[in-house]
Nanobody
Framework: QVKLVESGGGLVQPGGSLRLSCAASGAIFSINDMAWHRQAPGKQRELVAA???????NYGDSVKGRFTISRDNAKNRVYLQMNSLSPEDTAVYYC????????????????WGQGTLVTVSS
């Protein structure tokens, strides 16, 4: 009923930039928090950045000052601007949304995208 689709991943050289996008669609009544997580090979999934519906943000220590999360509530989209990328940022990046599903009886859903691969390499 709810689908999250990420885009914008790819190969980038160290020091470069990428912008990830995530679009939420389906039976959405409202979206509370949205976030980006990542999982590198052999490592646990970690929070990269989160943003509330009112725009308050929170970042993982390893990306503070380099990454910026933003959202467009009207379009149900969240973005991640990634600057000064390093090989340690190589991972699959997942979009997350805390969704209230539109239904006769609305309910809360933790929605995840399928992930987009970011590779930082020369």
């Amino acid at each position: 009923q709810v689908k999250l689709v990420e885009s914008g991943g790819g190969l980038v050289q160290p020091g470069g930039s990428l912008r990830l996008s995530c679009a939420a669609s389906g039976a959405i009544f409202s979206i509370n928090d949205m976030a980006w997580h990542r999982q590198a090979p052999g490592k646990q999934r970690e929070l990269v950045a989160a943003i509330t519906s009112s725009g308050s943000t929170n970042y993982g220590d390893s990306v503070k000052g380099r990454f910026t999360i933003s959202r467009d509530n009207a379009k149900n989209r969240v973005y991640l601007q990634m600057n000064s990328l390093s090989p340690e940022d190589t991972a699959v990046y997942y979009c997350y949304a805390d969704v209230i599903v539109a239904n006769f009886k609305p309910y809360q859903l933790d929605a995840w995208g399928q992930g987009t691969l970011v590779t930082v390499s020369s």
